[in-house]
C-alpha cells in the first residue's frame, strides 16, 4: 500500500501576501529534495499554473469539482489522475500540477452536493504517484474553494506580510480555520503548521510600521510564527516571469530564498527525510 503523501494548503484571506510565491518556492525545493511533489491550483487566475510553465491544460481542477446535473458523477480520484501533468520545461521532471482554468471560478457559487469533499478524494487518487502535495489557494474568506482545501490537507501554512493585510489574512484565515478543527469540525487533524513571514523589507526599508505589525503578529500567535523569514528580493519576480523554479533562478538572492524555502519545508513537514 503507497503512504498516503503530506498535503499542505498554503492560506491566507488577503491576497498578495505570498501563498502562491511560498507554494511554487516548497515545490521546487520538495522537488530537489528528490519528492515527487504535486501543486494543486485552486485560484482561478491560474497563477501557480502559470509559474509551473503550464499553458492550454486538457483538463484542470475545474473537472475534479464539476458535476454535471445530466450525468452520473465520477470518482473524482479518477479524474484526477487524468488531471495531473508534470510542470513546464523549466521545473525538474518530478514536479507535477493540477492545474488551473479561469471558468473554475464558477465552482465557488456552485451547489452541487458534496462538491467541497472532491478535493480530498481526488487527492487520495494520486497517492501512488506523488510524495508531497502543496495546495495554492485563492484570497478568500472562507468559501467552498478554500474549504474543500482546509478538509483535504493535513497542514496549513498561513503566510503573512508585515503589514496590516498580511496581520488581517491570517486573522481571518484563523477564524475560518477553526471551524473545521473544532470537536466534530470537517477536519479534526488539520494542523496549522505555521505563520511565515513573507516579502520581508531588508536593511533601511524595514521600517516602524513592519515591526508594528511583526510584534502584533508575535504577540497574538506566538511561537506559530515560524523562525523562517523570506525577505523581500526582486529574483523572485523572474521566477514568476519566466515560469521556473527559484531553484533554478541565479544569483545570491535567490540562494537565500532557496535556503528559507527549505528551513520551512523541513519545519511543515519533519519526517521528510524519510519519505525519498
Ligand atoms: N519573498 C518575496 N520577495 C519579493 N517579492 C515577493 C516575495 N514573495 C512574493 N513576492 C511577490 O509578491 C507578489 C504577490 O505574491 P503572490 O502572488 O505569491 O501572493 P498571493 O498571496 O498568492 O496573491 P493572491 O492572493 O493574489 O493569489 C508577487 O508579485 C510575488 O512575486
Ligand atoms: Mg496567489
Keep these: 500500500m503507497p503512504e498516503d503523501p503530506d498535503i499542505v494548503a498554503e492560506v491566507s484571506e488577503k491576497g498578495g501576501v505570498g501563498k502562491t510565491s511560498v507554494t511554487a518556492g516548497l515545490i521546487a525545493v520538495a522537488a530537489e529534495h528528490g519528492l515527487r511533489v504535486a501543486g494543486v491550483d485552486l485560484d482561478p487566475r491560474a497563477t501557480l499554473t502559470d509559474e509551473m510553465g503550464v499553458t492550454e491544460p486538457k483538463k484542470s481542477v475545474n473537472d475534479i469539482y464539476f458535476v454535471d ?7 473524482p480520484a479518477e479524474i484526477a489522475r487524468e488531471t495531473l501533468v508534470r510542470a513546464g520545461k523549466h521545473w525538474p521532471s518530478n ?20 462538491m467541497e469533499f472532491r478535493l480530498k478524494r ?4 494520486l497517492r501512488d504517484l506523488v510524495d508531497v502535495i502543496f495546495i495554492d489557494a485563492p484570497p478568500r474568506p472562507g468559501g467552498k474553494i478554500v474549504g474543500s482545501a482546509l478538509i483535504a490537507s493535513r497542514k496549513v501554512l498561513i503566510p503573512t506580510t508585515l503589514k496590516k493585510d498580511g496581520y488581517l489574512g491570517a486573522r481571518e484565515a484563523m477564524a475560518s480555520i ?3 478543527t473544532v470537536p466534530g469540525g470537517l477536519n479534526e487533524s488539520l494542523e496549522i503548521a505555521g505563520i511565515v513571514r513573507n516579502i520581508v523589507p531588508t536593511g533601511k526599508k524595514l521600517t ?12 497574538r500567535w506566538g511561537d506559530l510564527v515560524l523562525p523562517t523569514i523570506l525577505n523581500d528580493y526582486s529574483v523572485r519576480e523572474i521566477c514568476r516571469t519566466g515560469s521556473m523554479p527559484i531553484t533554478s533562478a541565479p544569483g545570491r538572492e535567490a540562494k537565500l530564498l532557496i535556503s528559507g524555502y527549505r528551513d520551512l519545508l523541513h519545519h511543515t513537514l519533519p519526517t521528510l527525510k524519510e519519505k525519498r
Design 95 to 114: 514536479a507535477w500540477v493540477l492545474p488551473a482554468v479561469r471558468k473554475f471560478g464558477n465552482r465557488e457559487t456552485d451547489a452541487t452536493t458534496g
Design 69 to 75: 446535473p445530466e450525468k452520473r458523477p465520477r470518482d
Design 122 to 125: 481526488a487527492l487520495w487518487g
Design 208 to 219: 516602524q510600521v513592519h515591526r508594528h505589525w511583526e510584534r502584533q503578529l508575535l504577540e
Design 178 to 180: 477553526e471551524h473545521y
